[in-house]
């Protein structure tokens, strides 16, 4: 039977970042094949939550359990690359930790990049670079992706492309995604759940039911609204089958 306990559980977690209470009382979980956003204003302890679960930093309160033997894929907001510095997406992709000329090709496939193999790091548009990001984390094999504002700096074509290039990552490789977005209207509909984040779960759910939650409009208005609605139509033949708790039947009521 597939095991679907949950790769990493958290509970009244409690984040000090020097004096500040970055984060308290959070409860999380997220099982297998899930794909989870965390949302919230600027400074709401998204990356904080994201780095406590990783085990980057210690809780000052609360438990964390995550699965025995769990392979988590990280992937940065950005990470420099000296810009002088030859070095190859291929060679790039070794570092720190060699891996196989085939895991790397099929990593770089996964990722939506099979030609850029050679090419110098130092010359990747932001969205080619945001891929080699993410095939370095498939590289690990993750039972579980997580990805930190991966499409800063891309443009709104560019992120909706790279978020479908995670959902296809899911599918593939059946892996659980949590990852932090700004980009509400792009993010919450291709997610299983939402939760949105202001030092500690404000609401949580299915992207309908926090967009339509009190909490969550106090912090973010009701203007997501039309943009959850045109994704949806752009794209919901390709949503529907991973989806099925959306019903695009109802698009026109209020969320
Ligand atoms: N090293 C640190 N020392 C002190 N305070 C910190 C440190 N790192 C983060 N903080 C504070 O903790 C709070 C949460 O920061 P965090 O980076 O988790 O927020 P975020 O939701 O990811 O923000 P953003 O959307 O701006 O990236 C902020 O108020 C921040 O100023």
Not at 226 to 238: E, K, N, P, S, V
Request: charged share 20%; glycine share 8%; hydrophobic share 40%.
């Amino acid at each position: 039977m597939t095991d679907t306990s949950p790769l990493i559980e958290a509970e009244g977690l409690e984040v000090k970042r020097g004096a500040h209470v970055a984060l308290r009382n959070v409860d999380f979980s997220i099982r297998p094949g899930e794909i989870v956003t965390i949302v919230g204003p600027n400074g709401s302890g998204k990356s904080t939550l994201l780095r406590a679960l990783i085990g980057a930093i210690q809780p000052s309160a609360g438990t964390i359990r995550r699965k025995p033997g769990l392979r988590i894929g990280y992937v940065p907001q950005s990470l420099h690359v000296e810009p002088g510095l030859p070095l190859t997406v291929a060679r790039f992709l070794k570092l720190p930790t060699r891996h196989s000329k085939k895991a790397i090709k099929d990593a770089l496939e996964y990722a939506g990049l099979p030609d850029l193999h050679d090419r110098q790091m130092s010359v990747l548009s932001g969205g080619q670079f945001q891929r080699v990001l993410l095939a370095r984390a498939l590289l690990e094999k993750p039972d579980i992706l997580m990805l930190d504002e991966p499409t800063q700096g891309l443009d709104q074509r560019g992120s909706a492309e790279f978020y479908r290039q995670i959902e296809a990552v899911r599918r593939e490789l059946n892996c659980a995604v949590l990852m932090v977005s700004h980009e509400l209207h792009v993010v919450m509909s291709a997610s299983d759940r939402v939760i949105c984040l202001n030092g500690h779960v404000c609401c949580s759910g299915t992207p309908e039911i926090v967009a339509t939650a009190p909490e969550y409009r106090a912090l973010f208005g009701t203007g997501t609204k039309g943009a959850l609605a045109l994704y949806r139509h752009t794209h919901d033949h390709a949503h529907d089958h991973d989806h099925p708790q959306l019903d695009h039947h109802h698009e026109d009521h209020a969320i």
